[in-house]
């Protein structure tokens, strides 16, 4: 944690030396503010003219002649009125409204050395020679404040590091990354696309490739939830008004959603599926030997995101979660979410992130500032889940104040195959909803109480989450997943006939398969099939067709030799059965 901490006021400190650098080249920019991320930092800028990959390049070698200066990072205080006078005079009016909305009468400010100030609370490292690595990446734009309406900045992002060794390690990454992109690959492989122009932004069109990829998914969501014994439910896209303000979401989150009037009454499309699994809950009486109640459905949902923040799958503004609410009393929330997180885990092994500690993660958010529902209630949820947590012996970390307005909630989060982290899974602990629509059942004492709910997900937004699969796989998936597990490729026209007697021999065994059986040359057609990434090429010619074999190619791992049909067939069917990565 110590690392992380030192890593953001580093990364902190080189966005201060990125601002004064982009001042002392082009003096009328103003500046906004500059944090340290995840991966590194970004600074807004307030300029006419677009910053360019060249001007990044400018940027940089003026940093590194501020880092060579060595000046150190001091911290001053002076009044809100002596602040915002002395931001006046520089014509830096984002500055100003930034100390007009802070409570506190004395203002923060950090110098670098005597050449260059700013509006900040820091902390910062010593001196501005202690950066050693570093490296701007890209500018995109940015809304100040994130409000669509207020001026366009442009956002310079950077990164930094301790190391040489350590930045060069993340460029590669970056790269790799770049190639694995699903923006790239999920056109490249015809799998989904993205038509901003005709039909808006934030809205995925699947092929037929895709839709077979999602299904797949799907399918195996179903299948593993009646497992574990929940129920189906179906519930409808739109929803009045009124039930949303019951729920909260018109308080809390209208913002993020869309409203519309039918026959002079408010309607909203759902953003969440929660109110409408109540509202079937609701339907009849239960009793305390009902629960646990746990309800399952692929809801489709839409939110109003901000066009800056959409980005491919990963966040869009219609997309499907794996939602599930579980009814329960408060002495049985603790063996829910136990089994909740078990779940989670098993499915992530399925699709091939089996290491817990390393490649997956935890984490306990806490009870935002904008929270609903009682004191009382929110501690009761929070220790259930931590419980749950402790008993399953799995490391967590908390998140102070993330949680969700209802409740506190568990995240897990996945290390892709480049080690980035995603969020997935979340399990979220709710007494409010409950309570403010009614909701109740009959105790062994024949007197009504009020259940608990458990909101969860396991793969969160389908839409994320095959996005996350594209970038983790590299587009190569394993057989289970891909849309097409084999691609039959005749030499000739006159092995047609036996390319048709192995699909179906395939088909039967339940493989997704097609032929390739087009006028061109054997070598591209296999060309091709490797450039689509489809595990195996069958290969069939003179001696196949006599012999009953077929010459097997598989992705990666090149040509496999000659087996026997039935061979084949039984190979590839363990594979998919056993869902090997």
């Not at 006419?48 to 150190?72: A, G, H, Q, W, Y």
């Not at 192995?502 to 087009?518: A, C, E, F, P, W």
Request: charge should be neutral; include cysteine.
């Amino acid at each position: 944690m110590a690392y992380k901490t030192d890593l953001d006021k580093l990364r902190h400190s080189c966005s201060h030396v990125m601002a004064q650098a982009v001042q002392e080249l082009w003096p009328q920019t103003k500046v906004t503010i500059g944090p340290a991320i995840e991966n590194g930092f970004y600074y807004d800028f307030d300029r006419k003219e677009p910053f360019t990959e060249n001007d990044l390049v400018k940027i940089e070698k003026v940093m590194r002649k501020i880092i060579e200066r060595k000046s150190k990072f001091s911290q001053y205080f002076m009044s809100r009125e002596e602040a915002i006078a002395l931001f006046g005079k520089q014509n830096e009016p984002y500055k100003i409204e930034l100390i007009e909305g802070l409570a506190d009468q004395e203002v923060s400010f950090f110098k670098t050395g005597e050449e260059w100030f700013d509006l900040c609370k820091g902390p910062h490292i010593d001196n501005v020679g202690q950066i050693k690595a570093f490296k701007l990446l890209s500018v995109a734009g940015s809304y100040w404040r994130g409000d669509e309406h207020r001026p366009m900045l442009q956002r310079i992002y950077g990164t930094a590091f301790f190391t040489q060794e350590e930045l060069d390690s993340y460029l590669k990454m970056l790269k790799e990354a770049g190639q694995r992109d699903h923006r790239k690959l999920g056109p490249q492989l015809d799998l989904f696309d993205f038509y901003h122009e005709t039909a808006g932004a934030g809205l995925v069109f699947y092929h037929p490739s895709g839709a077979m990829l999602r299904k797949t998914i799907e399918d195996y969501l179903r299948e593993q939830h009646l497992k574990h014994d929940y129920q189906m439910v179906m519930t409808p896209h739109i929803l009045k008004g009124k039930l949303w303000e019951i729920s909260g979401h018109a308080e809390h989150y209208k913002e993020n959603m869309y409203y519309f009037d039918v026959d002079e009454e408010k309607f909203a499309v759902k953003p969440m599926n929660c109110p409408g699994h109540i509202l079937i809950y609701k339907s009849k009486l239960r009793s305390y030997n009902n629960l646990p109640i746990r309800y399952f459905e692929l809801g489709s949902v839409y939110r109003r995101e901000k066009v800056g923040v959409l980005h491919g799958l990963l966040r869009v503004r219609g997309f499907t979660q794996d939602d599930a609410h579980i009814f329960c009393r408060q002495d049985q929330i603790e063996f829910e979410v136990c089994q909740v997180i078990k779940f989670a885990l098993e499915v992530m092994k399925d699709f091939g992130f089996p290491v817990v500690g390393r490649d997956i993660h935890f984490e306990l958010s806490t009870r935002p500032d904008d929270y609903m529902g009682s004191l009382p209630q929110w501690e009761t949820a929070t220790q259930a889940l931590e419980s749950s947590l402790k008993n399953t012996q799995l490391p967590y970390a908390i998140n102070e104040g993330d949680g969700a307005f209802y409740g506190p909630k568990i995240d897990v989060k996945l290390k892709d195959a480049l080690g980035r982290q995603w969020q997935c899974a979340t399990i979220q602990c709710d007494f409010s909803l409950p309570q403010r629509f009614g909701l109740s059942y009959v105790n062994s004492q024949g007197k009504e109480e009020q259940p608990i709910m458990i909101h969860r997900a396991i793969l969160g937004s389908i839409e994320r989450f095959i996005g996350m699969l594209v970038e983790h796989y590299g587009g190569a998936f394993p057989v289970w997943l891909a849309p097409i597990q084999a691609l039959i490729v005749p030499i000739a026209a006159q092995h047609h006939a036996y390319a048709l007697f192995v699909k179906d021999d395939l088909q039967k065994g339940g493989v997704r398969v097609i032929i390739d059986q087009r006028n061109e040359s054997l070598g591209k057609r296999i060309r091709e099939g490797t450039i689509k990434k489809i595990p195996y090429l069958l290969i069939v010619g003179d001696n196949e067709a006599k012999e009953g074999t077929v010459a097997v190619r598989r992705y990666g791992q090149g040509d496999q030799g000659v087996c026997p049909l039935a061979a084949f067939v039984a190979k590839i069917r363990e594979e998919i059965c056993l869902r090997q990565s």
